[in-house]
Every structure is written in C-alpha cells, then in structure tokens.
C-alpha cells in the first residue's frame, strides 16, 4: 500500500481543514488506517483510528472537533478537523496497519497543518 496525504495548510484558529489520503492497492478493506501528528520537538501521537468496519476511536485531546472516515470504494480516508487550536500545529501523517498482521504497515509522506492564533 502507498499513501499519499494532501490538504494540509494554514488557518487560523478556530478554522477547520480536511486531510485526506489516498491509498494504493486492492486489499485497502484490510487495513486499519490512522492519523498521526507530531509537533516541533514533541514525539509522533496518534490522533484518529478507523478500522475497515466499526467505530473509530480519537486522542482526548481531539475529540469532538475531529472526524475521521474513510471510503472503502475509493481507497480514500480522510480527517475532518474543526475548531482548530494552534496546538493542533504539526505535520500530520496517514498510516495504515494490516488489520491480519499488524507489524506491516505504511506511511504516508507528512502534510503541514500550521494554525495560528
């Protein structure tokens, strides 16, 4: 699986923006994909989960201002992020985790999110 993440950008706070992903490959319904960021000087967290079927799950400190989705047809995931903090500043990266062997997985290159106050 490749992965390819766009729609990083600038906001100010309180603004929203939409990452998206799109992956390659026919067997995207097996895998769990993530939102990972990392902040200047902080370690890479996870942010958002989603798995091919269920519910997604979110770090405390997005919930209820982020969503996470995915479309399964299209090989696409995507990260809804509203009521942007400038805490929420850093390089976002898409993930993927083989849901049958989750030792294999894939990054996408990081796209920027920088939000200002």
């Known amino acids: 699986v490749q992965l390819q993440a766009s729609g990083g950008g600038s906001v100010q706070a309180g603004g929203s923006l939409r990452l998206s992903c799109a992956a390659s490959?026919?067997?995207?319904?097996?895998?769990?994909m993530n939102w990972y960021r990392q902040a200047p000087g902080k370690q890479r967290e996870l942010v958002a989960t989603?798995?091919?079927?269920?519910?997604?799950n979110y770090a405390d400190s997005v919930k209820g201002r982020f969503t996470i989705s995915r479309d399964n047809a299209k090989n696409m995931v995507y990260l809804q992020m509203n009521s942007l903090k400038s805490e929420d500043t850093a390089v976002y990266y898409c993930?993927?985790?083989?849901?049958?062997?989750?030792?294999?997985?894939?990054w996408g290159q990081g796209t920027l999110v920088t939000v200002s106050s």
């Open positions: 989603i798995p091919p079927l269920g519910s997604a």
């Open positions: 490959g026919s067997i995207f319904r097996f895998y769990v």
């Open positions: 993930n993927a985790r083989y849901l049958p062997k989750t030792e294999i997985e894939h």
